[in-house]
């Protein structure tokens, strides 16, 4: 549907920034006519790039659909260096005493993974990589599960053991959403497995953060009931941090 | 930090799937709804039987109309999203009274248009059923009325289930549709010899212009403008589309535009092949038709119709369903239709409540002996004129939207006026036309919109001045605004 652009619009890019950085500037309420006049940009012009970025959710219109407020697709642009607070820090001490295995936090900026508190002796995947296989590692399953899609394009089989079929996958999905903990064995590396369980904000239910325990393979496919019931005590306790 | 007192931290339309739904699934629900395959196997003959060789202007000049129609709409399709459609558009521009009006002629006009592919299906459906087992009219009700049945079961399953899956189904089955009815008009076209288009009979040809005339294309510009309802209809998926200011603008004015262009297309080979079509169709041959070179082609083409009215089917009850949902999350309608299903995520109990009326209104009609034509065009005639009363309110609302918002445009006030002209036009040229039963239908849909404006006035008065409930932004979207 999109033609292949020849970037040769320098103005129309150069004034769609320039829109974003006066809502910022302007603050959470700025109205259409104030942009244009403050812009000296046609208000014609002034509302084809703003219904755009509005399009793009780089803004947001409030509700007297009047206003407009920087959307959150902004924080892509930069995102902010996470890191936990010092209670949940306290929290993730504890539980480390407790298992042998690797315990990390890690939050969820829309499909991005930041690692806020990586085990430093056992140090994780990188946070890219797992991001870019979702569907093969437990923290990534509790986001597809969260936004009930699979990713596009096909599955990569990472090993032997991954999930590739896609109908697999959304039943594996369904019961990750129905218990709130994903548990994958072998399926990023052949040796290694994880558990991870999911910590939602206190207010709405939103999915904040995964806990993710890492261990051998063959030991993470055990029952684990006493495991998994002492990741999610410490879950339920990290929750009301970092939302 | 900044405070923002207005924003909710929960849409009011919560519980829909929200932002799920890809561009593809919002495209095929106003394609599906407009049902183009069926259309421009069908309603070229009408065009053409009144306005003869000035079809091609009236499609033309019907394209134009709906162009500037759809043009109003995408000033509200790119500012907000709605569960409600065109009315909850309405209620930004024109308030509560517009609204309500907008949200009848959209139930009388979604409704109905899940009649007309009811009957539709029922008709085409029977009639070829019939002919391939040879059996008679009384053979072609019975099917026709089991054809109902299962559709009606069929389409309230596909609606619970969720509009991703009827997208996709929907998209497949229109496709497969408008390629077999296109091989179908274009190998009549090469295998009947060119012979002179049929003389004008509609009710503007004597006018003494000569020709098609002016008169004729102008009655021909009904029909064609019935031929482009619902293609609006992918507002209603405001709340599940992914990016909806984006895609939901581009999926109506796309179909707007292929739409148009399957129909000229369809004129032109129909033009140049007088009767082929007319003759390739079960009902309008009326009898079995002969085995002849013609009948891989007819029953193509009837297989084709009646797939499209069976995705209109799904396509329409969506939208129906989501409007239906909004008013009753506003607290007009009962508040069980504005329920989904804990699964599925889709207003479930206004599927399973809304589907058994268009159906019963075939089924009865059918028993009652009337015929198949009748009940059809009798259905369509009264849709029709639901969409172009909502087609007109949202009009009118568009540029009062922008005024109170402060952006409006030069642009979109020509286009506002010159649509809601067309279409007052339109409609008063319809009402003249009108037979006395569509006249009294109409009349009775008018005394029950404003006796349900009294009635609510008195007991929910609060719930219609709040109507226009849509998908607003919460803190969870604005950045800073809330907890990260």
Same mark, same amino acid.
């Given at each position: 549907?999109?033609?292949?652009?020849?970037?040769?619009?320098?103005?129309?890019?150069?004034?769609?920034?320039?829109?974003?950085?006066?809502?910022?500037?302007? $603050?959470?309420?700025?109205?259409?006519?104030?942009? @244009?006049?403050?812009?000296?940009?046609?208000?014609?012009?002034?509302?084809?790039?703003?219904?755009?970025?509005?399009?793009?959710?780089?803004?947001?219109?409030?509700?007297?659909?009047?206003?407009?407020?920087?959307?959150?697709?902004?924080?892509?642009?930069?995102?902010?260096?996470?890191? #936990?607070?010092?209670?949940?820090?306290?929290?993730?001490? &504890?539980?480390? /005493?407790?298992?042998?295995?690797?315990?990390?936090?890690?939050?969820?900026?829309?499909?991005?993974?930041?690692?806020?508190?990586?085990?430093?002796?056992?140090?994780?995947? =990188?946070? =890219?990589?797992?991001?870019?296989?979702?569907?093969?590692?437990?923290?990534?399953?509790?986001?597809?599960?969260?936004?009930?899609?699979?990713?596009?394009?096909?599955?990569?089989?990472?090993?032997?053991?991954?999930?590739?079929?896609?109908? /697999?996958?959304?039943?594996?999905?369904?019961?990750?959403?129905?218990? $709130?903990?994903?548990?994958?064995?072998?399926?990023?590396?052949?040796?290694?497995?994880?558990?991870?369980?999911?910590?939602?904000?206190?207010?709405?239910?939103?999915?904040?953060?995964?806990?993710?325990?890492?261990?051998?393979?063959? &030991?993470?496919?055990?029952?684990?009931?006493?495991?998994?019931?002492?990741?999610?005590?410490?879950?339920?306790?990290?929750?009301?941090?970092?939302? | 930090?900044?405070?923002?007192?207005?924003?909710?931290?929960?849409?009011?339309?919560?519980?829909?799937?929200?932002?799920?739904?890809?561009?593809?699934?919002?495209?095929?629900? @106003?394609?599906?709804?407009?049902?183009?395959?069926?259309?421009? +196997?069908?309603?070229?003959?009408?065009?053409?039987?009144?306005?003869?060789?000035?079809?091609?202007?009236?499609?033309?000049?019907?394209?134009?109309?709906?162009?500037?129609?759809?043009?109003?709409?995408?000033?509200?399709? &790119?500012?907000?999203?709605?569960?409600?459609?065109?009315?909850?558009?309405?209620?930004?521009?024109?308030?509560?009274?517009?609204?309500?009006?907008?949200?009848?002629?959209?139930?009388? $006009?979604?409704?109905?248009?899940?009649?007309?592919?009811?009957? %539709?299906?029922?008709?085409?459906?029977? +009639?070829?059923?019939?002919?391939? !087992?040879?059996?008679?009219?009384?053979?072609?009700?019975?099917?026709?009325? +089991?054809?109902?049945?299962?559709?009606?079961?069929?389409?309230?399953?596909?609606?619970?289930?969720?509009?991703?899956?009827?997208?996709?189904?929907?998209?497949?089955?229109?496709?497969?549709?408008?390629?077999?009815?296109?091989?179908?008009?274009?190998?009549?076209?090469?295998?009947?010899?060119?012979?002179?288009?049929?003389?004008?009979?509609?009710?503007?040809?004597?006018? %003494?212009?000569?020709?098609?005339?002016?008169?004729?294309?102008?009655?021909?510009?009904?029909?064609?403008?019935?031929?482009?309802?619902?293609?609006?209809?992918? #507002?209603?998926?405001?709340? /599940?589309?992914?990016?909806?200011?984006?895609?939901?603008?581009?999926?109506?004015?796309?179909?707007?535009?292929?739409?148009?262009?399957?129909?000229?297309?369809?004129?032109?080979?129909?033009?140049?092949?007088?009767?082929?079509?007319?003759?390739?169709?079960?009902?309008?041959?009326?009898?079995?038709?002969?085995?002849?070179?013609?009948?891989?082609?007819?029953?193509?083409?009837?297989?084709?119709?009646? !797939?499209?009215?069976?995705?209109?089917?799904?396509?329409?009850?969506?939208?129906?369903?989501?409007?239906?949902?909004?008013?009753?999350?506003?607290?007009?309608?009962?508040?069980?239709?504005?329920?989904?299903?804990?699964?599925?995520?889709?207003?479930?109990?206004?599927?399973?409540?809304?589907?058994?009326?268009?159906?019963?209104?075939?089924?009865?009609?059918?028993?009652?002996?009337?015929?198949?034509?009748?009940?059809? %065009?009798?259905?369509? +005639?009264?849709?029709?004129?639901?969409?172009?009363?909502?087609?007109?309110?949202?009009?009118?609302?568009?540029?009062?939207?922008?005024?109170?918002?402060?952006?409006?445009?030069?642009?979109?006030?020509?286009?506002?006026?010159?649509?809601?002209?067309?279409?007052?036009?339109?409609?008063?040229?319809?009402?003249?036309?009108?037979?006395?039963?569509?006249?009294?239908?109409?009349?009775?849909?008018?005394?029950?919109?404003?006796?349900?404006?009294?009635?609510?006035?008195?007991?929910?008065?609060?719930?219609?001045? %709040?109507?226009?409930?849509?998908? /607003?932004?919460?803190?969870? =979207?604005?950045?800073?605004?809330?907890?990260?």
């Amino acid at each position: 549907m999109t033609s292949p652009i020849s970037g040769r619009q320098p103005q129309a890019v150069r004034s769609a920034l320039l829109i974003l950085e006066e809502v910022a500037a302007a $603050g959470v309420g700025v109205t259409a006519k104030e942009i @244009s006049a403050a812009l000296r940009i046609p208000p014609a012009t002034t509302y084809r790039l703003l219904n755009l970025l509005v399009a793009e959710e780089y803004l947001v219109r409030l509700p007297d659909l009047g206003g407009f407020a920087l959307g959150r697709r902004i924080a892509n642009l930069a995102p902010a260096p996470l890191s #936990a607070p010092t209670a949940a820090r306290d929290v993730m001490r &504890r539980l480390r /005493e407790r298992v042998r295995w690797g315990a990390h936090l890690v939050a969820y900026d829309r499909h991005r993974f930041l690692f806020v508190d990586p085990d430093p002796d056992h140090p994780p995947t =990188d946070a =890219d990589e797992l991001a870019r296989h979702p569907h093969a590692n437990g923290l990534g399953r509790l986001l597809l599960a969260e936004h009930d899609e699979l990713p596009d394009g096909p599955l990569a089989r990472l090993t032997p053991r991954t999930v590739v079929d896609r109908d /697999e996958l959304e039943v594996a999905l369904v019961e990750v959403a129905r218990t $709130g903990l994903a548990r994958q064995c072998g399926e990023f590396h052949a040796a290694r497995g994880c558990l991870a369980v999911a910590i939602r904000a206190p207010g709405d239910g939103r999915l904040v953060a995964g806990l993710a325990l890492t261990g051998p393979a063959d &030991r993470v496919a055990a029952p684990n009931t006493e495991l998994i019931e002492l990741l999610r005590e410490h879950a339920a306790e990290l929750a009301p941090l970092l939302a | 930090m900044t405070r923002i007192p207005v924003l909710r931290s929960r849409s009011p339309v919560a519980g829909l799937r929200r932002r799920s739904l890809r561009p593809p699934g919002v495209f095929a629900q @106003s394609v599906a709804t407009t049902a183009p395959a069926g259309a421009m +196997a069908s309603t070229p003959l009408l065009v053409i039987a009144a306005a003869g060789n000035g079809a091609l202007w009236s499609f033309a000049i019907a394209a134009v109309v709906v162009g500037l129609v759809a043009a109003c709409i995408t000033v509200f399709a &790119r500012r907000m999203a709605a569960a409600g459609g065109l009315y909850s558009f309405t209620a930004q521009g024109l308030g509560p009274g517009g609204a309500y009006a907008c949200a009848v002629a959209m139930v009388v $006009g979604y409704g109905m248009l899940v009649a007309v592919t009811f009957a %539709g299906v029922s008709w085409y459906g029977g +009639a070829l059923v019939a002919r391939l !087992a040879g059996g008679g009219d009384a053979f072609a009700a019975g099917v026709g009325v +089991a054809l109902v049945v299962v559709l009606a079961i069929t389409v309230a399953v596909g609606a619970v289930r969720g509009v991703r899956l009827a997208g996709r189904v929907m998209l497949v089955i229109e496709a497969v549709s408008i390629g077999l009815i296109l091989v179908v008009l274009v190998a009549l076209a090469l295998t009947t010899a060119p012979g002179t288009p049929p003389a004008p009979v509609g009710a503007g040809s004597g006018s %003494g212009l000569g020709g098609p005339g002016l008169g004729g294309i102008a009655v021909g510009v009904l029909p064609a403008l019935a031929a482009f309802i619902g293609f609006d209809s992918a #507002a209603s998926l405001g709340v /599940e589309a992914r990016r909806p200011f984006a895609s939901i603008p581009r999926a109506i004015t796309t179909t707007a535009a292929v739409a148009a262009v399957l129909y000229l297309v369809a004129t032109l080979v129909q033009l140049a092949t007088p009767g082929g079509a007319g003759r390739a169709t079960s009902p309008t041959s009326g009898v079995p038709a002969t085995v002849g070179d013609l009948s891989w082609a007819s029953v193509g083409m009837d297989v084709g119709i009646v !797939a499209s009215f069976g995705a209109c089917a799904l396509a329409a009850l969506n939208t129906l369903v989501r409007v239906l949902f909004s008013l009753a999350r506003e607290g007009v309608a009962p508040a069980a239709l504005g329920r989904t299903h804990r699964r599925h995520l889709t207003p479930a109990v206004a599927v399973w409540v809304t589907v058994p009326v268009p159906a019963a209104v075939v089924v009865v009609g059918t028993a009652a002996g009337v015929a198949p034509a009748t009940v059809f %065009g009798g259905l369509v +005639a009264v849709a029709t004129l639901g969409f172009l009363a909502a087609y007109l309110l949202v009009c009118l609302a568009a540029p009062r939207f922008l005024a109170r918002i402060g952006e409006l445009t030069g642009g979109v006030v020509v286009a506002s006026v010159l649509a809601s002209a067309a279409l007052v036009a339109t409609v008063v040229v319809v009402v003249l036309h009108a037979s006395a039963g569509l006249l009294i239908t109409l009349a009775g849909l008018l005394v029950l919109g404003a006796g349900g404006w009294v009635v609510l006035r008195r007991r929910r008065g609060a719930a219609l001045r %709040g109507m226009g409930v849509y998908d /607003e932004t919460t803190t969870a =979207d604005v950045l800073a605004a809330g907890p990260r």
